[in-house]
């Protein structure tokens, strides 16, 4: 079994540099067996980047993945406040460069009609759309999106397919907000390891459209591989929510750019 990590970040790691902070934390996956992973946004973050500090996010993404490429692939990182600009990025780093889907995060709720064409055109380069999603007790950001927002958002582009990240963190909410929606997997990452967590993903949505991600560094590789280790589920079924789920996900792009996973 070969695990896929959907979900990791060089903010919050030490090192000085982007190849310096991804090195450490390949070196943590080994640890672990973790052989691929996912990495997004830069070495630092904001809620609503500017043009200028998104490009140097997806810079330091690109030196990341430029350092590592057997092991690493990077997601662009985009603020639909600047639909040209972003647009711009997704041309630059996917239909380009080497990078294999989109980052959205707390900039604006995905129910806006800007997200439109980002989405569109990502759709276009068969690149998934990994939308940060989480519903909060104390009120969420201006720009948080939840679950529902999500799915409408994948109802006007049935064709793209969406990665609803940390299954909306309330996920008793998240995944059945969702599991209607055919064209959204949902992911683990984030969040405490709760028992029943996975067991109801599979049950709500079929184990193909579940994902494991970690949010590392912010959490940890252990604790999030134990969601999907110790829950009630078959080996095939751990099997693929550790690996060949992402891999299928990512296989139509894989593909357009001649990367054999």
């Not at 059945?176 to 028992?195: F, H, I, K, M, T």
Request: proline share 6%; glycine share 12%; charged share 25%.
């Amino acid at each position: 079994m070969q695990i896929w990590d959907l979900h990791c970040h060089l903010g919050g790691m030490a090192g000085n540099s982007p190849e310096e902070r991804m090195g450490r934390l390949l070196r943590y996956a080994d640890r672990m067996g973790i052989a691929r992973v996912c990495v997004f946004m830069g070495m630092t973050w904001e809620y609503d980047p500017k043009p200028e500090k998104f490009r140097q996010d997806n810079a330091d993404v690109l030196r990341a993945v430029r350092a590592h490429p057997d092991r690493v692939f990077g997601f662009v990182y985009l603020n639909p406040g600047y639909v040209r600009e972003s647009l711009e990025e997704l041309e630059r780093h996917v239909a380009e460069g080497p990078m294999v889907g989109v980052k959205l995060w707390v900039a604006r709720r995905c129910t806006g009609p800007e997200l439109d064409p980002i989405v569109h055109r990502a759709g276009e380069l068969k690149a998934p759309v990994f939308q940060h999603t989480w519903i909060k007790v104390t009120g969420n950001l201006p720009g948080e999106s939840t679950p529902m927002d999500l799915a409408q958002l994948a109802g006007r582009h049935p064709s793209v397919r969406f990665i609803c990240g940390h299954a909306g963190g309330d996920w008793e909410w998240g995944l059945r907000a969702v599991r209607s929606s055919s064209n959204v997997w949902v992911e683990l990452g984030g969040g405490d390891p709760v028992a029943g967590f996975t067991e109801m993903a599979v049950r709500e949505l079929g184990v193909r459209r579940v994902l494991f991600g970690s949010d590392a560094p912010g959490r940890s590789f252990a604790s999030q591989l134990g969601k999907v280790m110790g829950a009630d589920l078959t080996d095939r079924e751990r099997e693929s929510i550790l690996g060949r789920n992402l891999r299928e996900l990512l296989t139509p792009i894989l593909e357009r750019k001649g990367v054999k996973a």
